[in-house]
């Protein structure tokens, strides 16, 4: 099962660490706010990828697992 | 397409609800002041019971009325377009006691359809909110207007009174209410009012959760444009087939759109989804000047060159080709004599000004945007201001918590495409003699939502 990675933009103050622990998936803006590529995370970039939302000021990075089926209405 | 636009101040042509005959909203619309519920209850007859006085959810029959809305093909009017029945469902299906949220903020200054729809036939959309409430189990149904709206708050206001008093002891069963929201342009967006229903700031949400999911006090909320809950209204009435009479199979029914610019009388309209655009513009006395273009679907909407109008039906499958959409009925025309550059700077620093500011890319990208227009009107940076805007629209969009940022890079671009030489001649030349002339696009000084002291220190 792969994961994924999503940015709270409402959270975010641009602290910037997400793009050093994770740079294989999430770059910075002009601003400093993170851009990410939107790929799944695989293999030990998910652990990375926890790693960069623990340390995360505002907990605006969130690793989601992907479900098969998720459901908008 | 005969028949295919009615004026709100036009003459109604009875009450027997005849097969594809306008108008069905706006029946009543002409008539002086607000109408009435007796009046009302004369124009459409009263709204079909759905249950015998069941406290609980009433599934069975609630189904009824969203199978009804579903075999309808009834689409959400607030601006996506996302089927009706399909929330209602999702509402319904939802863990927990339901409740209504009827959206009449209006947040597009460009709009009236719903402040009409509030101050004249405040009936017809609380009617619809009662019977959306009731088919998905809600007990309370909220009808959220602008405060900027004073007079849809007072004609809604005296509408749940007259209920009150003439209802009461009715099998109907949610209860009515008030709200009112402030009158910023994203807070309107639904989460947004949700969360100043929910005693917190009028700014958008992050989602998940969605409101069908955890909307006012943590509950199911279904959140509908207050024109979706007006043909919800007649739908319980009349039925599925009867709303299909007008409209195109893809978008069924009528549709109330806001018509702005050099007509006669401008103004709202009832329309047949998929009427031309030619139809409306002749129904409001025809245009008084040559056209540049038109603004389709609001401040978050596509522009139409001149050239390309001729053939511009009004549903959104039709307007496809144009990469446009109807989004909640603004039909906006530019003059010849309109400069769309001086147009479209003013509009994307307007933008600008009304983000939340919440969100990063969406507070500092869209004032880079406006920035970079700025200098593009003024000419002389070569073409460093269009490979920027080019750079900043792949950049913002789809950043923020909602979909402000995009709508602005949307309109932008389509302007760009839309206006090309326009664009082209300001980089090289600066400012034309129209870029002087009064504004056409209506850009009303709206309260900020963010910190006022950010806000005024943010503008230079």
Redesign the interface.
Known sequence: MSSHIR????????HGMCAELLPERITL?????P?LDGRPLEGALVQHALRAAQACPTFALLVERDRPHTR?? | MSASAQGADEQPRGADAAAGVLPRLLTGAGEPGAISLRRHVQLHGPLPAQRDGGRRRARPTGDALIEEVARAGLLGRGGAAFPAA??M???ADARGRAIVLANGTEAEPASSKDDTLLQTLPHLVIDGAVAAGEAVGAEEAIIAVSELAATSAESVAIAIEERERALSGSRHAPRVRLVTVPGHFVAGQETAVVSHVNGGAAK???TPP?P??SGVGGRPTLVSNVETLAHIALIARHGAAWFRELGTPAQPGSALVTLCGPVAHPGVYEIEQGASLASLIAAAGGAEEPLHGALLGGYSGTWIAAGLLGGVALSNEHLAPHGATLGAGVVLLLSADACPVAETVRLARWLSDQSAR?????L??LDALAAALEQLAAGGGGSRPAQRIERLSA?IAG???CSHPDGAVNVTLSALEAFGADFADHARNGPCEACTRPPQLPLPARPSSGERRHAESARR
């Open positions: 940015v709270n933009p409402i959270a975010c103050e641009a803006d002009e601003w400093g706010y851009v908008r209405g | 399909t929330k469902r999702a509402v958008p949400l992050f969605l069908f999911q919440q969100c990063g890319p969406c500092h990208g950049l950043r923020g918590a």
